[in-house]
């Protein structure tokens, strides 16, 4: 079991910047994928960006070049960088994790968050206005 807490989420204006944490506990020994995934109330959840225990990262297009995803392995902690926020980025945020061989990450995992994932934090709102 992996357990995870978001943190971070804010109301800021568009072109703003935020950073969100995802301290995870428990079973952190394992190698595990992690990732954010974000959701607009009325749509489908959507994956923001991956990065496995090797540290390769997979990013939506949406958020290319503006999202930095990282983590400390040291302290099991996962963190989003957001710069030049936009409205559109204004969404619940989820932290996610999944027990994979090797830690690695796949494009499925971006492309199919609720089907890959079956640790989830309970979410932090991120608000971008104009």
């Known amino acids: 079991q992996v357990q995870l807490v978001e943190s971070g989420g804010d109301s800021v204006q568009a072109g703003g910047s935020l950073r969100l944490s995802c301290p995870a506990s428990g079973s952190t020994g394992r190698q595990i994928c992690m990732g954010w995934v974000r959701q607009v109330p009325g749509k489908e959840r959507e994956g923001v960006g991956v990065i496995g225990s090797d540290g390769v990262v997979k990013y939506a297009d949406s958020v290319k070049g503006r999202f930095t995803i990282s983590r400390d392995n040291s302290k099991s902690t996962l963190y989003l960088q957001m710069n030049s926020l936009k409205t559109e980025d204004t969404a619940n945020y989820y932290c996610?994790?999944?027990?994979?061989?090797?830690?690695?990450?796949?494009?499925?995992?971006?492309?199919?968050?609720?089907?890959?994932?079956?640790?989830w934090g309970q979410g932090t709102q991120v608000t971008v206005s104009s």
């Open positions: 996610v994790a999944k027990e994979s061989f090797g830690g690695y990450c796949y494009n499925r995992d971006l492309r199919d968050p609720m089907e890959q994932f079956n640790y």
